[in-house]
């Protein structure tokens, strides 16, 4: 169904505002404001503000939904064995370039999804679940195939790590092409740019296993110790 015009601009100022302010700091009567409708409208076609920032997210990871299911389908119709970790990641990757749409900005997503982790909204990270679990299970059992060597407690950290690159990488896209430019000359198209974080997430997800064990046994000085060196001036 074609959303109407009201539903659009209630859409696009929520997806602004939130992006700019944050979730819990955005009113819905700046939202009606911007788009020039009145509070009643909100409640009439998203019936809540918890409604109205999943519907916020719905309107990107729909699409995006569809055509990484699309693009996995055609992956592995086309192998015979599942498909290695690049080529997962450059389907990925190739989603997530196309998932804007019309009027959509790819850079105001990335910042509403880092929102999504940072603020507290569960509401919204529980719908996530329920609405894409089937696709991101999916992915994540394509990812499992591709890195056998990891655990699933480190798999699930990389991927986390990983995506919290490209959150950070999209989302501040302006301020990294500004600075590109005035400090090594370069014009970076999105693209070029996803090129480059291509071998940053690969190598993330193929780096050895570290022993967290042995890391956590070194022996740091206690609070009380760096407390009572600081008085004295000693070191240990």
Known sequence: MVPSDTVTRILDAAEVLF???GFSETSLRRITSRAEVNL???NYHFGSKQALIQAVFFRYLDPFSTDLHRRLNDLEAGEADAPGLETL???LFASVLEMPSENHDLRTFMK???LAY???QGHLRDELRSRYGDIFSRFLELLRRATPELPDDERFWRLHFMLGSVIFTLSGLNALRDIAAHDYHQRVTIRELAQRLKPVALHALRAPVADIGAAAMVDYPSRGQVTSH???GTHS
């Open 19 to 21: 992006a700019e302010h």
């Open 40 to 42: 009643a409208a909100v």
């Open 89 to 91: 990641l450059d389907t």
């Open 112 to 114: 509403l999804l880092g």
């Open 118 to 120: 940072s603020q507290t």
């Open 230 to 232: 600081a008085r004295t």
